[in-house]
């Protein structure tokens, strides 16, 4: 089994930045690929960023590339969404989740385990 704790959201002013964490616990963590993933009210939800296991490879969405980094500690069990330059489209609840097939995966179906997500509000 696998526990995932979000800690970081919060209300912030466009253009400002947040860092959400993600620690990990149940698990060699340092094994698998993680990801972010962001639902807006009434939205699905969509692919943010995700890292491997070593975090020598990344992957973004197009709205977030040049904005956000996806940066992991494995030592400390924990992946961290850096996010700058926020937008007030960036408002959403924010998950991390843990994609248990040691790929990189970029779809919410590829990944087995969430946290309870985390709110960030960019205000205009």
């Known amino acids: 089994q696998v526990q995932l704790v979000e800690s970081g959201g919060g209300l912030v002013q466009a253009g400002g930045s947040l860092r959400l964490s993600c620690a990990a616990s149940?698990?060699?963590?340092?094994?698998?690929?993680m990801g972010w993933f962001r639902q807006a009210p009434g939205k699905e939800r969509d692919f943010v960023a995700a890292?491997?296991?070593?975090?020598?490879?990344?992957y973004y969405a197009g709205y977030v590339k040049g904005r956000f980094t996806i940066p992991r500690d494995n030592a400390k069990r924990t992946v961290y969404l850096q996010m700058n330059s926020l937008k007030p489209e960036d408002t959403a609840v924010y998950y991390c989740?843990?994609?248990?097939?040691?790929?990189?995966?970029?779809?919410?179906?590829?990944?087995?385990?969430w946290g309870q997500g985390t709110q960030v509000t960019v205000s205009s």
């Open positions: 890292i491997n296991w070593s975090g020598g490879i990344a």
């Open positions: 149940g698990r060699t963590f340092s094994w698998y690929a």
């Open positions: 989740a843990l994609d248990p097939r040691l790929g990189l995966g970029r779809t919410a179906t590829e990944y087995d385990y």
